[in-house]
């Protein structure tokens, strides 16, 4: 501080009293100051410590920066004094988010595409520094551009803008913003999640090799892998150009489709096609070829070539119980052999019989191959089994024979119609008069194959309510529905009721209804339904457009001003959009309708044009107007 001489008086209570007051009510505090002091009045030398430091702590509390404190002393009759110091209020930002993205929230993006990250922080004086994290580690500042503007009361927001160019890396990663400054008590930070999407694997198919013999009724089991992708592929067989199966199952990182046929001999070759629809790109496709070997079944015609091999036999009483021939024939090729046995015993009835391969109670999921075995033991002649499902009989593979056991097996592709159907194998020999029977019942989980989407009311306006309904078809367990709208299933919606009815093959029809408020914004939305058996993961989907009928709506303000030059032209075109989509417009000014259409033509504007202009838009469903307010701007005379 420098001395200067004075003669003043010491500032009394009331009068820093008055100060305090005038900067509690925002009024300049240093003008009250210089008018004290040229009343000619002074601060002590100790009270001025003690004014100073009420009021540096008064401001403080408060966030007052008022810029050049003056101190006078000491008193009376002593060398006097000036002090000056220069007061600034440090304040902390007061918030911070990563503009129009929910703080926690996750963002969409595709990979390779940029995308920008904005991170606003206010209210500090002055700006923090902002730092940015990937999984809580530290971004270089490469990609990374800072702004500040000024705000009222000195202080600042800054935005830090990240730009970031995804990679399948980034699929679920956190970015972080955080603001850093020497007066903040706690962290400040915002962050998003990204939801990188990406194309798939190519798919690759396991169960089959190229010199693998398969024969005809061989049980062939097939199996398509595609890893990685988001979202994950759709995997769709086909069979000679049509389609085969596209039920499939899906892990965290992979998709699946697994498929079981018997062989034929019209199995000549097999796609999988894996595709993404997101990404607008050629479905991968993944061919096998597949060589079946199979056996003619056809009677021989003459001419055929026909080997027959002949014994004679002496049946004595030594030959016990019974007396087993066999001839057995032999494909090279096929690597097969069929035997054919005779036997010549004595007649007694065999054991009943008994069915493996399935545990009652257990669920079979459809499209499922399920083997079934019936077995039976002893008999003299051995017996004759055949499969029945209800009371008609089933395709079933040769019976054998070892020893004195016989089992005939069949091979079932597990459908909804299977589910509670009770299945026979029936044991018949010369031996007993009446078949011996062993029965077993199945229980199939099959998915919904259908779902019927409507609408209530089908021409909903404006402002009505409308009632989206989904029903699927039978499912067993119940199917879960699930409503989301958007071509990429934007917004999952939650149904308003649902519920369930039995249906066919003792499975339950799901139905679940949404209901919401037609807008003009809906015209036009996809919604999309979803049908889910959860205990074998798979799905139904069906799609409906919503068409919402609405009255004109203009995409300019009610009333705009248009400016043209006397004798030059002006063209306003006040296109409106509605449904149905036949509008009628009229222009009018005042009372005298002028144009009809949605154009008004101004050509060689005069002065008598100006003024206000109206132009109506109807459709069936209502009218709207816009005010248009013309300037014609004159030239001044000469």
């Given at each position: 501080m420098s001395g200067v001489k004075r003669k003043r008086n010491v500032l009394n209570a009331k009068q820093k009293l008055e100060i305090l007051q005038k900067l509690d009510n925002e009024e300049s505090a240093s003008t009250d100051a210089e008018d004290v002091l040229n009343e000619g009045n002074t601060i002590s030398h100790s009270a001025a410590l003690q004014s100073v430091e009420t009021l540096l702590d008064y401001m403080g509390q408060r966030g007052f920066d008022y810029g050049d404190i003056t101190a006078v002393g000491p008193g009376e009759g002593q060398e006097g004094f000036v002090g000056k110091a220069h007061l600034t209020v440090l304040l902390p930002p007061t918030s911070i988010q990563i503009i129009n993205r929910p703080n926690g929230s996750s963002e969409r993006v595709k990979v390779s595409r940029r995308v920008s990250l904005e991170c606003e922080v206010k209210g500090g004086k002055p700006a923090p520094t902002v730092v940015w994290t990937r999984n809580s580690f530290k971004l270089s500042e490469d990609d990374i551009s800072v702004s500040i503007r000024d705000e009222s009361e000195g202080k600042q927001t800054i935005v830090s803008t990240l730009t970031v160019n995804p990679s399948p890396d980034d699929h679920n990663a956190y970015y972080s913003c955080e603001a850093q400054s020497s007066i903040l008590s706690e962290k400040l930070l915002a962050g998003v999640f990204l939801d990188v999407l990406f194309p798939p694997g190519r798919p690759s198919i396991e169960g089959y090799r190229t010199r693998d013999k398969i024969r005809a009724a061989d049980t062939v089991n097939l199996r398509c892998i595609s890893r990685g992708g988001n979202p994950l592929a759709h995997l769709v067989w086909t069979k000679n150009g049509e389609f085969v199966d596209h039920s499939y199952s899906t892990s965290d990182w992979e998709a699946e489709n697994e498929i079981s046929f018997v062989a034929s001999s019209d199995v000549d070759r097999l796609y999988l096609t894996s595709f993404r629809i997101i990404y607008d790109q050629e479905p991968m496709v993944k061919v096998i070829y597949i060589k079946v070997l199979w056996r003619d079944t056809v009677k021989p015609k003459s001419g055929d070539g026909i080997l027959l091999s002949t014994i004679n036999v002496n049946v004595t009483q030594q030959d016990r119980n019974s007396k087993l021939f066999t001839c057995y024939a032999v494909n090279q090729e096929l690597g097969e052999t069929i035997p054919q046995t005779f036997s010549v015993s004595i007649l007694y009835a065999p054991d009943p019989p008994n069915i493996f391969g399935y545990t009652e109670g257990n669920a079979i999921q459809a499209g499922k191959l399920q083997r079934l075995a019936c077995i039976s033991q002893g008999g003299n002649p051995l017996p004759e089994l055949k499969w029945y499902k209800e009371n008609e009989e089933v395709s079933s593979a040769d019976q054998t024979v070892s020893g004195n056991i016989v089992s005939r097996e069949?091979?079932?592709?597990?459908?909804?119609?299977?589910?509670?159907?009770?299945?026979?194998?029936?044991?018949?020999?010369?031996?007993?008069?009446?078949?011996?029977?062993?029965?077993?019942?199945?229980?199939?989980y099959f998915p919904p194959v259908s779902l019927q989407l409507k609408v209530k009311p089908k021409k909903p306006k404006t402002g009505s309510e409308v009632r989206l309904t989904c029903e699927s078809s039978s499912s067993n367990p119940a199917a879960n529905i699930t409503w989301w709208k958007g071509k990429k299933n934007d917004v999952q919606l939650t149904p308003t009721t649902v519920s369930v009815s039995p249906a066919e093959h003792g499975g339950v029809i799901t139905k679940a209804t949404f209901t919401m408020e037609a807008t003009p914004d809906d015209d036009g939305s996809m919604y999309i339904c979803q049908a889910t058996n959860e205990a074998i993961q798979q799905s139904v989907h069906d799609t409906i457009f919503l068409s919402v009928f609405y009255k004109p709506i203009f995409t300019i303000s009610d009333s705009v001003t248009y400016e043209v030059k006397e004798n030059d032209s002006k063209v306003i075109d006040l296109n409106a959009k509605a449904n149905p989509d036949k509008i009628t417009y009229q222009w009018k000014k005042g009372n005298e309708a002028i144009e009809e259409g949605p154009v008004l033509n101004i050509t060689s504007a005069e002065r008598s044009h100006s003024g206000e202009y109206l132009c109506q838009a109807s459709n069936d469903i209502g009218e709207s107007t816009v005010t248009v307010i013309l300037k014609v701007l004159c030239f001044p005379p000469g």
């Open positions: 069949i091979a079932i592709i597990a459908n909804a119609n299977d589910n509670g159907a009770k299945y026979h194998c029936k044991s018949t020999s010369k031996a007993i008069a009446e078949p011996l029977v062993a029965t077993i019942n199945l229980t199939v």
